[in-house]
């Protein structure tokens, strides 16, 4: 069966597992003796280990097997969770990463057997107590003491049953019909198990009706059993037909069936109802088919992951009732008729009606594409914690604001932007643990990752208590690498200094490591950023720490817009980076260095002539023309500029539309947009200009 339409929910619920594995996994390094977390790594490596047989990955499938068995002595309390398998759990859950990743891109897990990991998970099963127990704990009902000698395998024999299953075989034999009771043995070398048992309740169908599956069927479907289970089948067929059709499943080791006695206290009148008495697993397994499992379709094309949002249901409500106001709306337009003053009236007010359900549908439909901040962050105290001791250094991470939401389009975009600033954080911010006792700050060094709502931007900042940027350094390394001269460092200013860092190919680091130093970090963080329209900025203080500062756009889809005219050419400016507006007379323009800047309330702030900077030709004014410039002011950070424009149009709510890989565009255009008489306006991206 080809399982390839089920692929991308397997990556995405594969990938749920795995950070709530690496969560757990870290309360349990800190709290070894909470055994709620214990429980729930057992149950999430059990739930990723059927998710992988289900689809046929077998190593994935045979690794979380060994952890599941690892978890299975811990909790049942014969092993005790330690340093050193915390740390074979992660290297695990990292080569079961390797394996999802290669399933994005190709659709196949590889060929990494990880026998090492494998050893060593079996060598920690090595202190358990009683080797008696079974490997994955079943969640069977309990039943009085098993027989002995013959009839140790007649596990049916220990399952109770029910007062209406016993009316159900009696009513069954009285039409005829036999009673059989069995217990299947699977092979022990068999790795997909839930599947053979499927096929033998498959083979069933027509044949007879299971009454009753221990463990049950739900059970047995996610593999929380061991290499056997026990059924009762009312059959119309004979005894060795029934047995050969079990038996016939491959990887099946035996089938012990025999005629089931039904316990005489219960030989009495059957109600007629008692006839419509079916237990739940006949009609579950009859609807398993679909998932029936395969080991050969998943590999023939790469699949689409799908990019998808977990949405409330309110959230959908909203919107369901907003497309049903839009079509009230329409039929209100297309039903104005009549006298021309009413139909103007009217016209008028549809059109209110109109735009004010289309806001509130912009509204719902940016709550629909926000997602927490949660889903990027969360891999961070994993990764701290690895550097922790990478590094050899005490440092913890503290995350406050995981539920501030982004528009999607942001979210799949800053993750490794804030990764690269906690690793510098991690190696260049932080002191080592001996310094950091030698001058009297704690042992354990802070990093902090906080997220908050500023106006239409989120403000993401990630600090930490460590030594701080030394200037002096950084001007040094700049004048080695050539990229300033000591006359400019001289008179060059903290703050231009420590933008030094965002250079491509500079570091501070005294040598290259597999963390930090080739210079390929804090440039990678700003064009990131910068392109998905926000800024960064950095904040230090020698001795006490380093801040980055963050800020991003709520969303890139739909923005608020200045519209301006640049000569007669329409263009926007995003309104989220507009301070204020400006009309200024040519004796306020000033120069420095050759530049134009104007003097604003006690800030100099440098003049951009779009005209120029666009290369298109300037409206000629008359030589004694003294009418005022209009001057949009822009910031960036603490940094401001004045746009000058040529004429106002207002402020406009636009949809941004990128303009594809096919056209070169300079690089202070972000976009475009369509008006409403068809259009089409560039939007400049100030951040560019400041």
Not at 145 to 159: C, E, N, T
Not at 349 to 376: A, C, D, F, G, W
Request: negative net charge; hydrophobic residues 40%.
């Amino acid at each position: 069966m080809d399982l390839s339409q089920y692929l991308e929910i397997f990556i995405d619920e594969t990938k749920e597992h795995l950070q709530n594995l690496n969560d757990q996994v870290l309360i349990l390094e800190a709290e070894p003796e909470n055994i709620d977390t214990v429980n729930e790594i057992f149950r999430a490596a059990h739930s990723l280990k059927g998710m992988a047989g289900t689809m046929g990955f077998k190593r994935m499938q045979r690794l979380t097997h060994d952890m599941e068995n690892v978890f299975s002595e811990v909790r049942n309390g014969k092993l005790n969770v330690n340093a050193d398998m915390v740390d074979i759990v992660f290297k695990c859950l990292d080569a079961i990463e390797g394996y999802l990743s290669n399933i994005v891109e190709s659709s196949d897990e590889g060929t990494e057997d990880n026998e090492e990991l494998i050893g060593l998970l079996n060598a920690a099963l090595e202190g358990k107590c009683d080797t008696g127990e079974p490997d994955v704990v079943a969640e069977a009902p309990k039943a009085d003491s098993a027989p002995v000698g013959s009839d140790d395998r007649k596990k049916y024999l220990q399952i109770p049953v029910a007062d209406f299953e016993k009316n159900a075989m009696i009513e069954a034999k009285a039409n005829g019909m036999n009673v059989y009771a069995t217990t299947v043995y699977i092979q022990e070398s068999c790795l997909l198990k839930a599947a053979r048992a499927f096929l033998v309740f498959k083979g069933l169908e027509g044949k007879g009706e299971i009454i009753k599956s221990v463990p049950s069927v739900q059970d047995i479907e996610d593999e929380r059993f061991d290499f056997d289970f026990s059924m009762f089948i009312l059959s119309e067929k004979p005894i060795e037909e029934i047995k050969k059709i079990i038996e016939n499943v491959s990887e099946i080791e035996e089938a012990v069936i025999e005629h089931f006695e039904i316990p005489e206290e219960v030989q009495e009148t059957v109600p007629t109802a008692s006839a419509e008495v079916k237990v739940e697993e006949k009609v579950v397994v009859e609807k398993k088919e679909e998932k029936k499992p395969s080991t050969t379709s998943t590999k023939s094309s790469k699949p689409v992951v799908n990019r998808s949002v977990r949405v409330d249901i309110e959230k959908l409500d909203d919107l369901m009732n907003l497309v049903s106001e839009l079509i009230i709306a329409k039929n209100g337009l297309v039903s104005v008729t009549g006298d021309a003053r009413v139909q103007v009236q009217s016209f008028n007010e549809q059109i209110e009606y109109l735009e004010r359900v289309t806001t509130n549908l912009h509204e719902s439909v940016m709550k629909v594409r926000m997602v927490p901040i949660e889903s990027v962050v969360n891999r961070f105290p994993r990764m701290i914690r690895d550097l922790s001791k990478k590094l050899n250094k005490d440092m913890e991470l503290i995350m406050t604001g995981e539920d501030t939401e982004l528009d999607r389009t942001v979210i799949d975009e800053i993750g490794d932007p804030l990764m690269h600033m906690l690793r510098n954080a991690a190696d260049h911010g932080l002191e080592s643990t001996i310094d950091r006792l030698k001058i009297g700050k704690p042992k354990v060094g802070t990093i902090r990752l906080d997220a908050y709502q500023d106006g239409n931007n989120v403000t993401i900042e990630v600090s930490d208590d460590g030594a701080g940027v030394d200037v002096e350094k950084i001007k040094r390394k700049a004048i080695e690498k050539g990229t300033i001269t000591e006359e400019q460092a001289e008179f060059m200013s903290d703050k231009e200094a420590v933008d030094l860092l965002f250079a491509p190919a500079f570091s501070t680091a005294e040598k290259i490591s597999d963390v930090s130093g080739r210079g390929v970090g804090l440039d990678v963080v700003k064009n990131k950023i910068e392109g998905l329209g926000g800024d960064v900025e950095v904040v230090t203080k020698l001795g006490e720490g380093t801040k980055f500062i963050v800020r991003l756009p709520l969303t890139l889809a739909i923005i608020q817009a200045l519209m301006v005219n640049i000569s007669d050419e329409m263009y926007a400016l995003p309104l989220n980076s507009v301070v204020t507006i400006e009309e200024i007379v040519p004796e306020d323009i000033k120069y420095v260095q050759t530049k134009e800047v104007i003097n604003l309330r006690g800030t100099v702030i440098p003049l951009v002539r779009l005209n120029e900077v666009l290369d298109i030709e300037p409206i000629e004014r008359d030589e004694n023309d003294d009418e005022g410039l209009i001057v949009v002011i822009v910031k960036k950070g603490d940094r401001q500029a004045g746009l000058v424009i040529d004429k106002l149009l207002g402020q406009q709510e636009i949809v941004i539309k990128p303009l594809g890989k096919y056209i070169r565009v300079p690089k202070m255009i972000s976009g475009a947009t369509i008006l409403g008489n068809g259009e089409v306006a560039l939007i400049i991206d100030s951040n560019t200009l400041v």
